[in-house]
């Protein structure tokens, strides 16, 4: 059974930094590429981040780029999000989301992380 | 990349069929058959429920289906249920120089 597990949210003031996780289990992890979605309270969802496979491409939407980076390590089967510069209108459970090779869409989800950036 | 434009609420009975629609541009929806549907439940994660856009994933229900014209896609089921009450979301690839997706505002569907 695919498993993705999400970890790492929190409260964190205005200007600060947090480090998303997504723990994979149930698929071979280093054939899929892998994305964060986010979703604002009561708001619909926003794609934030996609990395492939290899890690050799990563993409970023406009909104977060230059200041969240996305990694993941297939050792240890995680997929990770460094959050910096964080606004109040990064406030949003954030969800992993895998996508299947050669693909466009997302197949299965975490059940997602609540970032709260408020001071 | 603007959102994709999808009616705030639709309804219907138990049996009834209906669709919500989903508008893009040449640039996103147009360009592409790269359209997915999803189903999200409050307090929910979001579920695959159509693709490309006409398949559906192994297990979804054949009352889903997709179809598209131009810049519009559209997702129906029929035989409404009850458990089918649910946020449904659009997403298109919209991808080319920016490789990017965009989702939906998002349709709150009513089984009245």
């Known amino acids: 059974e695919v498993q993705l597990v999400e970890s790492g949210g929190g409260l964190v003031q205005p200007g600060g930094s947090l480090r998303l996780s997504c723990a994979a289990s149930?698929?071979?992890?280093?054939?899929?590429?892998m994305n964060w979605v986010r979703q604002a309270p009561g708001k619909g969802l926003e794609w934030v981040s996609y990395i492939s496979s290899s890690s050799s491409a990563v993409y970023y939407a406009d909104s977060v780029k230059g200041r969240f980076t996305i990694s993941r390590d297939n050792a240890k089967n995680s997929l990770y999000l460094h959050m910096s510069s964080l606004r109040d209108e990064d406030t949003a459970v954030y969800y992993c989301?895998?996508?299947?090779?050669?693909?466009?869409?997302?197949?299965?989800w975490g059940q997602g992380t609540l970032v709260t950036v408020s001071s | 990349q603007s959102a994709l434009t999808q009616p705030a609420s639709v309804s219907g009975s138990p049996g009834q069929s209906i669709t919500i629609s989903c508008t893009g541009t040449s640039s996103d929806v147009g360009s592409y058959n790269l359209v997915s549907w999803y189903q999200q439940h409050p307090g929910k994660a979001p579920k695959l429920m159509v693709y490309?856009?006409?398949k559906r994933p192994s297990g979804v229900s054949n009352r889903f289906s997709g179809s598209k014209s131009g810049n519009t896609a559209s997702l129906t089921i029929s035989g409404l249920q009850a458990e089918d009450e649910a946020d449904y979301y659009c997403c298109s690839y919209a991808g080319g120089r920016t490789f990017n997706w965009v989702f939906g505002g998002g349709t709150k569907l009513t089984v009245l």
């Open positions: 149930g698929f071979t992890f280093s054939s899929y590429g």
């Open positions: 490309e856009g006409d």
């Open positions: 989301a895998r996508e299947p090779p050669r693909d466009y869409h997302f197949d299965s």
